[in-house]
């Protein structure tokens, strides 16, 4: 068995933000030599931060990193 976890990073972000932030996992059982795709979807809510000034959800523009982890 193995966890097989998303993360996204913003690099330049304005505010003070986590330097990865897990967005999704998905937790996969295998046999010996077996392989297996998993695909995860990133919407804009995964790339979004709570502004305490505009009192609301904000999606920076940008790239962003994706980080796939076990």
């Known amino acids: ?3 097989v976890q998303l993360y996204v990073a913003d690099p330049e972000a ?3 933000r986590p330097k990865k932030e897990l967005k999704g ?3 996969v059982e295998l046999q010996p030599g077996e392989s297996t795709t998993v695909t995860f979807t990133i919407t804009p809510e995964h790339l979004a931060f709570y502004d305490e000034i505009k009192g609301g959800w904000h ?3 940008g790239e962003f990193r994706v980080i796939i982890g076990a």
Do not use: G, W
Request: overall charge neutral; cysteine-free; aromatic content about 8%.
């Open 25 to 27: 996992f998905a937790k």
């Open 1 to 3: 068995k193995e966890i």
């Open 59 to 61: 999606v920076e523009a």
């Open 14 to 16: 304005s505010v003070a």
